[in-house]
């Protein structure tokens, strides 16, 4: 099964991250909220690099991945791009909640 890993966030452990999860073999989609932050993550080259800002992250992951292709979701972020991130999550995904800097908290969202 090919694995894919959405992340949510833009400092250097979130570049960790991306590296590891590529050298495991992952697709990796990230979410950031900002043109430049967009252009920085790039140079580390993710699959998908999303603005959630500028484009709806569920559409744009299922457009390309397909409904429910995420298999673990990182996100130090909060807010809707986490809200969205869980939507994405496959039957038996992971998610992995390091912090909510938006100060944001949502309920974790039913199954569609």
């Not at 452990?13 to 990230?30: M, P, R, S, T, Y």
């Not at 809200?83 to 039913?110: C, D, K, M, N, Q």
């Amino acid at each position: 099964m090919t694995k894919s890993f959405k992340i949510d966030g833009y400092k250097k452990n979130v570049i960790k991250i991306v590296q590891l999860a590529k050298i495991e073999g992952a697709k990796v989609i990230a979410a950031v909220g900002s043109d430049e932050k967009k252009k920085f993550i790039q140079q580390f080259e993710p699959e998908l690099v999303i603005n959630y800002q500028k484009e709806n992250l569920k559409d744009v992951v299922e457009e390309k991945f397909g409904k429910r292709s995420v298999n673990v979701f990182y996100d130090q972020v909060g807010g809707e791009p986490y809200e969205e991130g869980l939507r994405l999550l496959s039957s038996e995904g992971r998610a992995l909640i390091v912090g909510f800097a938006s100060a944001t908290f949502i309920i974790i969202p039913e199954r569609d």
